[in-house]
């Protein structure tokens, strides 16, 4: 007769309390190290600090940031309101290294957001920062050559209580519309816009790049070639004219398919077509092209998938067809600039509609900066309120990303998402204890070894600093 196994039973009895500082968010110390290693606090307070009055018996413009960072990185408890809750958790303040009375409460975070409102700040203060980001990833990085992503963002703030500059957008929604320059996973440059301001509006769109073009060529290298890639939103022959003659940098533009456009290729023999393989099959045509309105002929590529990815067939009712309009192999600046940086291969067709795909992918930064602010609503009634807010949560979007480049890219891909960073990485057990005049950070053993704990805290504690260059 088999005998019944033995049955060992472990349950918890009782709940007690106890004065032990132990928080969930031990991810929050790593990442806060970093940023104060790299300098981050002084580039702020440098750049901040010349337009913001702060009070020495008020919560200091160093807590402020820190907080704020800790409070987006965080993504568990997205309302202001939340900052009095914190306040009072003792090993939360620990994992900031601040005493209890440095720890702000949510009337001090609303108020330091109102000196932003009276005091007027527009884009240019925090575009700063984001440019000294930007410069210090370029010196780390060293790209030969620099390939930068335009395009918009809508915020839906649709379900939002009145809100100054939240207006109808191209997507049918109230909201606010931020211009975007992108360079791979970065934001580095944004002007933080009203909803209803499109993507080429007034001289946004002109005026950006221009800066940003000034700002690579003066502080990291003048002669780095530059190319440029953006939707049909930004095509403008007065735009390609400038960026040809005066900025001297590439472009690759997608245009729209106008009725004369769709006769003249319909005539071109199927002969006349070459491939391109590139997640599925596309054919492409290359010929010059000349709108009504523009002054000259420059270089277009037509391109219409016929075969998925998967091997399934595309029926030309379904294809999508795309025109590209590139300056890249016709205008000699910025064709010299390629050849001499070794980038010959970025003259082809194969490269610029490779390029021009790659879009798609940079378009995925939207979805990381919304899911690090957890909902598109931005919280305060005021325009300058909710320009600080965004910026501030588009330089932690900025520091998280160079986070996950130069600290955990062995223990998490660098391509993860905020809500799996902030399971891997960010929520996990520490205690933290005082024992011989020294603060140590507790964690399990299967903590540590899972995710490289001793690694991950020599590279918090020696990153490549930013230099700030005034």
């Known amino acids: ?8 039973e472990i349950k918890i009895n009782k709940i007690g309390i106890t004065e032990d500082k132990i928080s969930g968010r031990g991810g929050l110390a790593f990442f806060l190290r970093y940023v104060e290693q790299i300098g981050f606090y002084k580039l702020s307070e440098t750049v901040l600090g010349t337009k913001i009055e702060v009070s020495p018996k008020g919560l200091s413009l160093y807590q402020f940031i820190k ?22 958790d003792k090993a939360y303040s620990s994992l900031l290294e601040n005493k209890a009375e440095e720890m702000a409460s949510s009337h001090q975070i609303k108020r330091f957001f109102r000196k932003f409102m009276f005091n007027n700040i527009g884009n240019n203060i925090y575009r700063k920062i984001l440019h000294e980001l930007f410069l210090w990833r370029l010196r780390k990085e060293k790209p030969k050559v620099i390939i930068l992503g335009i395009d918009t963002m809508v915020m839906n703030n649709d379900d939002a209580k009145k809100r100054e ?29 009203s909803g209803s301001k499109h993507s080429n509006h007034g001289t946004d769109f002109i005026d950006t790049v221009k800066d940003i073009t000034e700002l690579i ?55 006349n077509y070459k491939e391109f393989k590139n997640g599925g099959i596309w054919q492409y045509l290359e010929f010059g092209n000349k709108l009504k309105s523009w002054e000259k002929i420059r270089r277009a590529i037509f391109t219409r998938l016929t075969t998925e990815k998967n091997g399934q067939l595309v029926l030309d009712f379904a294809r999508p067809n795309t025109i590209l309009y590139t300056n890249i192999g016709q205008d000699s600046s910025i064709t010299e600039q390629l050849i001499k940086a070794g980038q010959e291969d970025l003259l082809t067709a194969n490269s610029i509609i490779a390029l021009a795909h790659k879009r798609g992918k940079d378009e995925l930064i939207h979805r990381s900066i919304k899911e690090l602010a957890t909902k598109e609503q931005l919280p305060f009634k005021h325009m300058n309120m909710n320009r600080a807010y965004y910026y501030l949560l588009a330089i932690s979007h900025f520091l998280f990303e160079s986070y996950k480049t130069d600290v955990t890219y062995k223990v998490l891909p660098i391509e993860s998402y905020p809500n799996t960073f902030r399971r891997n990485l960010i929520d996990f057990a520490v205690k933290i204890v005082t024992h011989g005049g020294e603060i140590i950070l507790k964690v399990t053993k299967h903590i540590k070894e899972k995710l490289k704990i001793e690694e991950l805290w020599r590279l918090c504690k020696s990153p490549h600093p930013i230099y700030h260059y005034g």
Not at 1 to 8: E, H
Not at 167 to 176: A, D, L, Q, R
Not at 229 to 236: A, I, T
Not at 260 to 267: A, G, H, Q, S, T
């Open 1 to 8: 007769m088999q005998k019944k196994a033995k049955k060992t």
């Open 67 to 88: 907080q704020i960072l800790a409070y987006f990185i965080d993504g568990s408890y997205m309302r202001m309101e939340s900052f009095n809750e914190l306040k009072k």
């Open 165 to 193: 500059g939240v207006e109808p957008t191209y997507k049918k929604k109230k909201g606010y519309q931020p211009l975007h320059i992108s360079w791979g996973s970065y934001l580095v440059d944004i002007l933080f816009r």
């Open 217 to 271: 060529r003066k502080h990291y290298n003048a002669d780095v070639p530059i190319l440029l890639v953006g939707d049909s939103g930004f095509m403008d022959d007065k735009v390609f004219t400038y960026f040809e003659d005066d900025l001297k940098i590439g472009y690759i533009i997608t245009g729209k398919m106008y009725k004369d456009i769709r006769n003249y290729i319909e005539k071109i023999s199927i002969n």
